[in-house]
């Protein structure tokens, strides 16, 4: 716990942050918790938390969390900048009367996403060693079954062979893992935008890939995603 101000610092913790003061990241400071991430304001940083993240205002940052954002003491605003949030995003005001472009993304987690990421890179290389491995063994099988290969060519096809099973069965399991997460990132459809007070023009909401460019002030309201279609209730 920080009783202080964070000014420009980098600043990392496997759990809860909370700096009482609240964060000036000067346009350089990142901020990474493990945990939740309290503070009075954050102005001008880079916030990566896989919790959730309660403050008063959130002023021209680039944050993005696994778990919900609430900006709903004080002042309560979201101006400038860009928030992501794998769960909801709660706030009394979002953007400004002078239509600062402000973004924000629900439904989008950060763990989720690298996972994905990571995976579909994974599936790439397999596909390759699988296809690379495929060629060796339509090369030599034909000579195999005419005797006309040679004792360490024997032994690179039974490699050939084994790597292949081994292979296509890391490539299998990793696809029904890519499909779990794929699944699992879907369900962050379900994350909702509230806003207590005002939402100003100039301000972007994305929820999957639907997108809603505000152009007319939005006075307390719940949005949301519904049949592909983004819903201002």
Do not use: W
Request: glycine share 10%; charged share 20%; aromatic share 4%.
């Amino acid at each position: 716990r920080i009783y202080g101000v964070v000014e420009g610092a980098a600043l990392t913790a496997g759990g809860d942050i909370t700096v009482d003061g609240g964060i000036n990241g000067m346009n350089r400071g990142v901020i990474v918790a493990g945990g939740n991430l309290k503070t009075k304001f954050i102005e001008n940083s880079f916030i990566e938390v896989e919790g959730s993240i309660f403050a008063e205002s959130i002023m021209s940052s680039k944050v993005r969390c696994d778990g919900s954002i609430e900006v709903i003491a004080g002042k309560g605003a979201i101006i400038g900048g860009s928030i992501v949030a794998a769960k909801n995003v709660t706030a009394k005001i979002i953007g400004s009367q002078s239509h600062i472009a402000t973004s924000i993304t629900i439904g989008s987690s950060l763990i989720l996403d690298e996972k994905i990421s990571s995976l579909k890179a994974r599936i790439s290389v397999l596909n390759k060693e699988v296809a690379q491995l495929t060629q060796i063994i339509d090369y030599c099988q034909p000579l195999l079954n005419q005797n006309k290969l040679s004792p360490e060519r024997i032994k690179m096809l039974k490699s050939a062979v084994s790597g292949k099973v081994q292979k296509s069965a890391e490539l299998e399991s990793a696809n029904i893992e890519l499909e779990q997460l794929e699944a699992e990132s879907q369900s962050g459809i379900n994350s909702v935008l509230y806003c207590r007070e005002q939402i100003y023009t100039g301000t972007k909401i994305k929820i999957a890939n639907e997108i809603l460019n505000v152009s007319s002030e939005i006075s307390r309201c719940t949005i949301y995603l519904a049949d592909d279609k983004i819903i201002i209730g």
